[in-house]
């Protein structure tokens, strides 16, 4: 059980994103107002609660699932106290850079999750994802490495420099395969994926069980295009990869039919209903719109292999 030693307004902001919780939400869910709330988190390190307020913050923090508490540990950095040395640990905190693109990504341990509109049981072994969508710039490296086909929005085959940090779009499900073989990478599976975007007991969106379309770049969002793949902190999965509802669609390797590859997450152009982690969807391989890209995976065996070079 993780605990803090003492709570400022840094971590009582960290565990209402953790919790993904509104400020009305989490005021009434610890008792205080919302002014109150607000007042901590826009003083930051430089508040320090009254014990009575530190005493309700520890009981919230110590009532949190494993999930919301791996999130919390993600937002805060990892400072936060293990309340015993055997304590095990949450998951999402063991990322890596991978040696050959240099992307940063996160184990995924061997586990049970809850798949599917039923959250079916299934078993998926230990895996590494990609943290974020591949993006322009990450793209801009293969391409230029292997002389791969730009995709097809970039002016003079080159990104828009302010674009650098968005995912990459129009790419057909095998641009992302041949980026995926390049980088030493596959594409994840449909379990694999959603797994990572739903944790291991079957939230509805990665951040919960809460219908928020402003934790995502959805079509309700307005923004009518892309966003920086980093953008959108209060909507990580478990995890912590991001993009795992809206932004764009997902490339997988698992087939749905010949010729057809699955993929998920909706994307800008989608409206919220679709952007559930769990609901299925498919295209044809050679499908190629602003609205799709990929991130990659690997197994942690061939992980393990490649960081022992």
Same mark, same amino acid.
């Given at each position: 059980? /993780?605990?803090?030693?003492?709570?400022?307004?840094?971590?009582?902001?960290?565990?209402?994103?953790?919790?993904?919780?509104?400020?009305?939400?989490?005021? #009434?869910?610890?008792?205080?107002?919302?002014?109150?709330?607000?007042?901590?988190? %826009?003083?930051?390190?430089?508040?320090?609660?009254?014990?009575?307020?530190?005493?309700?913050?520890?009981?919230?923090?110590?009532?949190?699932?494993?999930?919301?508490?791996?999130?919390?540990?993600?937002?805060?950095?990892?400072?936060?106290?293990?309340?015993?040395?055997?304590?095990?640990?949450?998951?999402?905190?063991?990322?890596?850079?991978?040696?050959?693109?240099?992307?940063?990504?996160?184990?995924?341990?061997?586990? =049970?999750?809850? #798949?599917?509109?039923?959250?079916?049981?299934?078993?998926?072994?230990?895996?590494?994802?990609?943290?974020?969508?591949?993006?322009?710039?990450?793209? #801009?490296?293969?391409?230029?490495?292997?002389?791969?086909?730009?995709?097809?929005?970039?002016?003079?085959?080159?990104?828009?420099?302010?674009?650098?940090?968005?995912? =990459? =779009?129009?790419?057909?499900?095998?641009?992302?395969?041949?980026?995926?073989?390049? %980088?030493?990478?596959?594409?994840?599976?449909?379990?694999?994926?959603?797994?990572?975007?739903?944790?291991?007991?079957?939230?509805?969106?990665?951040?919960?069980?809460?219908?928020?379309?402003?934790?995502?770049?959805?079509?309700?969002?307005?923004?009518?295009?892309?966003?920086?793949?980093?953008?959108?902190?209060?909507?990580?999965?478990?995890?912590?990869?991001?993009?795992?509802?809206?932004?764009?669609?997902?490339?997988?390797?698992?087939?749905?039919?010949?010729?057809?590859?699955?993929?998920?997450?909706?994307?800008?152009?989608?409206?919220? +209903?679709? /952007?559930?982690?769990?609901?299925?969807?498919? #295209?044809?391989?050679?499908?190629?719109? +602003?609205?799709?890209?990929?991130?990659?995976?690997?197994?942690?065996?061939?992980?393990?292999?490649?960081?022992?070079?």
């Amino acid at each position: 059980m /993780a605990t803090v030693q003492q709570w400022t307004g840094i971590e009582v902001r960290a565990l209402r994103n953790a919790m993904r919780m509104s400020l009305r939400e989490f005021a #009434a869910h610890l008792g205080v107002s919302e002014r109150m709330i607000s007042k901590w988190e %826009a003083a930051g390190g430089n508040v320090t609660p009254r014990p009575v307020n530190q005493a309700a913050l520890d009981t919230c923090m110590q009532r949190s699932d494993s999930d919301t508490q791996a999130r919390f540990k993600y937002l805060t950095d990892g400072r936060v106290v293990g309340g015993s040395s055997e304590t095990t640990e949450l998951i999402g905190s063991t990322q890596v850079r991978h040696p050959s693109d240099g992307s940063l990504m996160v184990k995924v341990d061997a586990s =049970v999750f809850l #798949a599917g509109p039923s959250n079916e049981p299934v078993w998926v072994p230990a895996y590494y994802i990609d943290v974020h969508p591949v993006s322009n710039a990450e793209y #801009a490296r293969f391409t230029a490495a292997t002389g791969h086909k730009p995709p097809e929005h970039w002016p003079d085959e080159q990104y828009p420099a302010e674009l650098a940090n968005h995912p =990459v =779009v129009f790419v057909t499900w095998k641009d992302a395969i041949a980026y995926a073989h390049w %980088a030493d990478k596959e594409l994840p599976t449909a379990q694999q994926w959603e797994k990572a975007a739903r944790g291991t007991r079957g939230m509805v969106y990665p951040w919960g069980d809460q219908p928020t379309p402003a934790k995502c770049n959805v079509r309700e969002s307005g923004i009518g295009a892309t966003t920086p793949v980093d953008r959108y902190q209060s909507g990580v999965s478990p995890y912590g990869a991001y993009d795992m509802c809206g932004n764009v669609w997902e490339w997988f390797s698992t087939a749905s039919r010949p010729g057809r590859r699955e993929l998920r997450g909706g994307a800008w152009t989608s409206p919220f +209903d679709r /952007a559930t982690p769990s609901s299925f969807n498919d #295209a044809a391989e050679t499908m190629c719109d +602003d609205d799709t890209g990929f991130r990659c995976a690997v197994s942690a065996d061939a992980m393990e292999r490649l960081l022992n070079k």
